[in-house]
């Protein structure tokens, strides 16, 4: 008997990657300029092009906001927030990591059907 397949196609638009400029990236974390040099400074965040000409990614900006959120709602301290932001990249890999692993898995076990089914 025939099965038949289904195609479907579907359409999105392609998101466009926007760049802020420190004041946008600022206005758009709810930080200020001086708190944006002192992240720049430690090191926990980071923009690309020259000082006077710097951008931001919406990464970026994410970061920003993750790190005022963590220091003005939740009390955390820079040194926490280092921390924390450390942890949280070390958990997105593992994600990744265990994704790729089900994927795997999910192969074998369909190559091991395929083929104890012949």
């Not at 301290?77 to 890999?93: D, F, I, P, S, W």
Request: no cysteine; proline share 3%.
């Amino acid at each position: 008997m025939d099965n038949p397949h289904i195609t479907r196609i579907v359409i999105q638009p392609f998101p466009v990657p926007r760049s802020y400029s420190a004041h946008e990236a600022v206005t758009a974390s709810h930080l200020n300029m001086r708190a944006l040099h002192s992240l720049e400074a430690l090191g926990l965040a980071q923009g690309e092009g020259s000082s006077r000409n710097r951008r931001y990614s919406e990464e970026d900006v994410r970061r920003l906001r993750r790190i005022r959120r963590l220091q003005h709602e939740l009390g955390v301290n820079l040194e926490g927030v280092e921390v924390v932001l450390h942890l949280l990249k070390r958990l997105a890999t593992l994600q990744q990591e265990l994704e790729e692993t089900r994927s795997q898995v999910a192969q074998i076990q369909s190559s091991s059907w395929q083929f104890s089914g012949d």
